[in-house]
C-alpha cells in the first residue's frame, strides 16, 4: 500500500474550519484514501474515504486532487470536541486488505 | 456508523497469567477482524488479521503463540494474551470489516 504523508500537528479556531492536508504522490489507481480520527484513549472513529471523486458526509468532506497525489480533509465548523489524532490512510479494496495507521496530524482545536 | 465492542475496558493482571479479550460487532456480521496494539504516544500497530473460521494471519515480529487469536463466529473474535508479562502492558484495539472498518473503544491491560 502506497505511504502517506502529514503534518504532525495543527492548530485550528473553534468554530471555524479545518483542513487537513495528506500526500499520497505513489498512489495506485485501485487505492481509496481513508481518514479516521483517534479522540485520546479512544479506539479510532471511521470519518469519510473515496477513490477520485470528492466525497462529503455529515462529518467532513473530503477533496481529492485530480492526479490522486494529495487530498485534504475539512471539517466545516471545528469544534472542542474535533480535538484528535486525525490518520490519512490509502488502502487497496477489498475484504482482507488491511489498514496502516502512520503517525497523523494531532489537530488541536482552540478556543 | 456501525458498532464494535471490546470487552473488559481495562483489566489488571499479575505477571504469568493469561487475559482475554473479546472483541464483537454488534449490528453487522464481521468475515475480518483486526486486532491492533498502541503503546503510549504511539500509532496503532496491526497484530494480526482474524478471518471467520480460519486461522488468523500475524504480522511479522507478533508471536502467534503468546497472543492466541479466535474467530469462531461471525460478530466475534477473542485475543487471548498468554503469560502476560509487563511489557504486553498496553493499549488493545480491535476493528471489524463492513464496507468500512470500524473499531472497538479499546482494552488498557496492565500486567503487575
Known amino acids: 500500500d502506497a505511504k502517506t504523508t502529514q503534518p504532525p500537528s495543527m492548530d485550528c479556531a473553534e468554530g471555524r474550519a479545518a483542513n487537513l492536508p495528506c500526500n499520497h504522490s505513489?498512489?495506485?489507481?485501485?487505492?481509496?484514501v481513508y481518514w479516521y480520527r483517534q479522540i485520546h484513549s479512544q479506539g479510532p472513529q471511521y470519518i469519510i474515504h473515496g477513490l477520485k471523486n470528492n466525497e462529503t458526509n455529515e462529518m467532513a468532506s473530503l477533496i481529492i486532487t485530480e492526479d490522486r497525489k494529495s487530498s485534504t480533509l475539512i471539517l466545516p465548523h471545528a469544534t472542542l470536541r474535533d480535538t484528535a489524532v486525525y490518520y490519512c490512510i490509502v488502502r487497496v479494496g477489498g475484504a482482507t486488505n488491511k489498514l496502516i495507521f502512520g503517525t497523523g496530524t494531532l489537530l488541536a482545536v482552540q478556543p | 456508523g456501525a458498532v464494535v465492542s471490546q470487552h473488559p475496558s481495562w483489566v489488571i493482571c499479575k505477571s504469568g497469567t493469561s487475559v482475554k479479550i473479546e472483541c464483537r460487532s454488534l449490528d453487522f456480521q464481521a468475515t475480518t477482524m483486526f486486532w491492533y496494539r498502541q503503546f503510549p504516544k504511539q500509532s496503532l500497530m496491526l497484530m494480526a488479521t482474524s478471518n471467520e473460521g480460519s486461522k488468523a494471519t500475524y504480522e511479522q515480529g507478533v508471536e502467534k503463540d503468546k497472543f492466541l487469536i479466535n474467530h469462531a463466529s461471525l460478530t466475534l473474535s477473542t485475543l487471548t494474551v498468554t503469560s502476560a508479562h509487563p511489557e504486553d502492558s498496553s493499549f488493545y484495539i480491535c476493528s471489524a470489516r463492513d464496507r468500512v472498518d470500524f473499531f472497538g473503544p479499546g482494552t488498557r491491560l496492565t500486567v503487575l
Open positions: 505513489t498512489i495506485s489507481g485501485n487505492e481509496y
